[in-house]
């Protein structure tokens, strides 16, 4: 990753001329490329391999390539390009030479949302549910907005949509400071926790640069999560700004605040406060965390004077993103799962909402695959800790994404870290000796959840086969890591 990135001044999407994309079949950049269509702007675009994603555009009308060369870029006039791609990209040094205007995904975004009221969605974990949630509630509250988000919805299959209301709706990605490039009105801060040091630096620099997402030109409002010290703190100082604050959480001081908290399977509800005002909120998807995340979501829809009985119809009709507690199949009586969690405080988190939904009598049996040797490094004592919650943990090696190899970093340092915190584990460095290793230990009542940004995704369908049934829809290379969204989302 190249750093952070300063932000820059984007003229309106349709006065771009021919867009092209590299990386086109991304999650993020997919749904990008699929909206500067919609405006009327000439799109083309590349990508490495191919994918569902590139025979979807293509079926609009896009013209797409697999594999990356100088002449692909046809008569294009701008780049968009994302945090995974090299500066050694064949059209991209090609584009450079020719002194094309190029752009990071997020000022190819930031352009989509001019004259628009911009509803930002940043936090260490959750942007990508918490994004879903607001597209989804604000939609049913009649507000046609647009937005972006870093995984596709579950009921719709899309990840993007230009809506003819004002609001858009965007997953906001710190990692690189790109959060900081969108005209912002709304913010949306659900949690601060350290992390994409190799960019911040220090932990104080990563709660700075929340600080100066907060307080852009043009934010009336911040949305955080006050359950979470890092948002709480930020939630401090801005309301010492003088800027509207709303937090949400089980803290007595929310102004949001959930009560009365209920689990049962893969289902969640509470009673939310409000403004005097207290609404039940029933929600089809598990945990302590997505409660929050349709709390915040609530919050933004209450700023906009939307309706709150048909925002809350609208988190009732949640059914997840893809790979966030997605459920890949039932084959013999086990569950199998998918979820995108790659962070030690996100493993918790879907492993402690996966327990409750286990059967009578069932096994909890996580699958990780570590994403980044930088992360695996910092975090693989975390790890460990996270993966005893399983009745059982497997482990494979790293998806290393943007990151060259580490002399001596292997998944082997979380296997072993979750062994000295008593978890039973077994270290299968191949993802795909992973499927007949858990089918050799899984039985009716267990559940399986493969767990990581990378192409760990691919093997919750490989062990549905495994064990003789058929999975809930395929699953494909393009889903990990969900390039140009950046990390921690859930």
């Given at each position: 990753m190249p750093g952070l990135r300063t932000p820059v001044e984007v003229p309106p999407a349709d006065q771009l001329g021919t867009v092209h994309f590299i990386a086109i079949g991304g999650a993020g950049m997919?749904?990008?490329?699929?909206?500067?269509?919609?405006?009327?702007?000439?799109?083309t675009g590349s990508d490495q391999v191919d994918s569902s994603n590139l025979r979807q555009l293509e079926s609009l009308g896009i013209t797409t390539f697999i594999g990356h060369s100088e002449e692909q870029l046809g008569d294009a006039e701008t780049v968009v390009v994302s945090s995974a791609i090299r500066d050694t990209n064949p059209e991209l040094v090609a584009a450079r030479r020719k002194g094309l205007r190029v752009l990071h995904r997020s000022a190819a975004l930031a352009a989509l949302m001019h004259d628009r009221v911009g509803i930002s969605i940043a936090g260490t974990h959750g942007k990508t549910t918490t994004t879903g949630m607001t597209a989804v509630m604000l939609t049913a509250a009649g507000a046609d907005p647009s937005y972006v988000i870093g995984?596709?919805?579950?009921?719709?299959?899309?990840?993007?949509?230009?809506?003819?209301?004002?609001?858009?709706v965007v997953e906001a990605d710190e990692s690189d400071g790109s959060f900081l490039q969108y005209p912002t009105?709304?913010?949306?801060?659900?949690?601060?926790?350290?992390?994409?040091?190799?960019?911040?630096?220090?932990?104080?620099?990563?709660?700075?640069?929340?600080?100066?997402?907060?307080?852009?030109?043009?934010?009336?409002?911040?949305?955080?999560?006050?359950?979470?010290?890092?948002?709480?703190?930020?939630?401090?100082?801005?309301?010492?700004?003088?800027?509207?604050?709303?937090?949400?959480?089980?803290?007595?001081q929310a102004d949001v605040r959930l009560t009365n908290l209920d689990f049962e399977g893969t289902l969640a509800s509470c009673s939310l406060g409000f403004e005097g005002q207290t609404v039940q909120l029933q929600l089809q998807v598990p945990g302590k965390y997505n409660l929050e995340n349709a709390a915040a979501a609530y919050a933004v829809g209450r700023i906009l004077g939307l309706d709150h009985e048909a925002l809350l119809r609208g988190a009732a009709g949640f059914t997840g993103t893809l790979r966030r507690f997605q459920l890949v199949g039932s084959p013999r009586g086990i569950q199998v799962y998918d979820d995108y969690a790659h962070h030690p405080t996100e493993l918790t988190a879907a492993l402690t909402a996966a327990r409750r939904a286990v059967d009578p009598g069932g096994r909890?049996?996580?699958?990780?695959?570590?994403?980044?040797?930088?992360r695996t490094t910092e975090f693989s004592e975390e790890f460990g800790q996270a993966l005893a919650l399983a009745d059982h943990a497997f482990v494979t090696d790293i998806y290393a994404a943007r990151e060259d190899?580490?002399?001596?970093?292997?998944?082997?340092?979380?296997?072993?870290?979750?062994?000295?915190?008593?978890?039973?584990?077994?270290?299968?460095?191949?993802?795909?000796?992973?499927?007949?290793?858990?089918?050799?230990?899984?039985?009716?009542?267990?559940?399986?959840?493969?767990?990581?940004?990378g192409d760990?995704?691919?093997v919750g369908p490989l062990l549905v086969a495994e064990l003789g049934g058929s999975g809930q829809g395929p699953r494909t290379p393009e889903s990990p890591g969900t390039p140009g969204a950046g990390g921690g989302q859930r």
């Open positions: 997919s749904g990008i490329a699929r909206l500067f269509h919609e405006l009327g702007v000439p799109v995984s596709p919805l579950a009921a719709s299959g899309t990840s993007a949509h230009l809506g003819q209301g004002t609001a858009f009105t709304i913010a949306v801060v659900t949690n601060v926790e350290a992390d994409h040091l190799d960019n911040w630096t220090t932990p104080e620099a990563y709660l700075q640069g929340f600080e100066q997402f907060a307080s852009q030109h043009g934010v009336r409002a911040l949305v955080a999560g006050i359950d979470d010290p890092g948002a709480a703190e930020l939630a401090q100082r801005m309301r010492e700004t003088g800027l509207r604050v709303v937090t949400y959480g089980t803290d007595e909890l049996i996580a699958c990780f695959q570590p994403h980044l040797f930088s190899p580490v002399p001596g970093v292997t998944g082997e340092l979380v296997a072993d870290a979750a062994r000295r915190h008593g978890a039973e584990v077994s270290y299968v460095p191949d993802k795909l000796d992973l499927p007949a290793a858990i089918g050799a230990l899984a039985r009716p009542g267990d559940l399986v959840m493969t767990l990581g940004a760990v995704t691919l």
